[in-house]
């Protein structure tokens, strides 16, 4: 409450001891405690009247409403939540649906107008290999006979 520290509490207990004496000093310090307790007991009410005073009011309900205003992580929350919903409402005929079935309809044709070009790729490869094979044992026979 008054923030005092024990070099403090220390320097006013020989002050006191000073002024007072050592036989009144017991007596001093408990009526100096009972004056404090008095003090706490009489700020304990005093809050506890206000906030019944308060509630019978409707303070809480307005301080919560605006705390709830106020919270930058709920309303962040609802800025999330709005957006989610829009993203739910998506609408198959809508100019981005028919963008995204076109751009589906010409990745398609594009997948199988490269797996037909690999499968052509494959098939023309082992063709031309073969031919090749033939082309060269007729040619090794041909340099044997001439020998």
Same mark, same amino acid.
């Given at each position: 409450?008054? &923030?005092?520290?024990?070099?403090? %509490?220390?320097? /006013?207990? /020989?002050?006191? %001891? /000073?002024?007072?004496?050592?036989? &009144? %000093?017991?007596?001093?310090?408990?009526?100096?405690?009972?004056?404090?307790?008095?003090?706490?007991?009489?700020?304990?009410?005093?809050?506890?009247?206000?906030?019944?005073?308060?509630?019978?009011?409707?303070?809480?309900?307005?301080?919560?409403?605006?705390?709830?205003?106020?919270?930058?992580?709920?309303?962040?929350?609802?800025?999330?939540?709005?957006?989610?919903?829009?993203?739910?409402?998506?609408?198959?005929?809508?100019?981005?649906?028919?963008?995204?079935?076109?751009? %589906? &309809?010409?990745?398609?044709?594009?997948?199988?107008?490269?797996?037909?070009?690999?499968?052509?790729?494959?098939?023309?490869?082992?063709?031309?290999?073969?031919?090749?094979?033939?082309?060269?044992?007729?040619?090794?026979?041909?340099?044997?006979?001439?020998?």
């Amino acid at each position: 409450m008054f &923030d005092f520290g024990l070099t403090e %509490l220390l320097l /006013i207990g /020989i002050v006191a %001891l /000073i002024v007072v004496g050592p036989k &009144d %000093l017991p007596v001093l310090f408990r009526r100096v405690g009972e004056f404090v307790g008095r003090m706490k007991g009489m700020a304990r009410e005093f809050t506890s009247a206000m906030n019944d005073a308060a509630d019978q009011a409707g303070v809480k309900d307005v301080t919560r409403s605006i705390k709830a205003a106020a919270n930058p992580v709920k309303t962040g929350l609802d800025k999330v939540g709005e957006a989610t919903k829009e993203f739910t409402n998506f609408d198959p005929m809508s100019e981005t649906g028919k963008l995204a079935s076109e751009r %589906l &309809d010409s990745s398609k044709k594009m997948r199988e107008a490269t797996a037909k070009r690999q499968s052509d790729k494959n098939v023309s490869k082992p063709v031309l290999k073969s031919e090749e094979n033939k082309k060269s044992t007729s040619k090794k026979k041909s340099k044997s006979e001439n020998k």
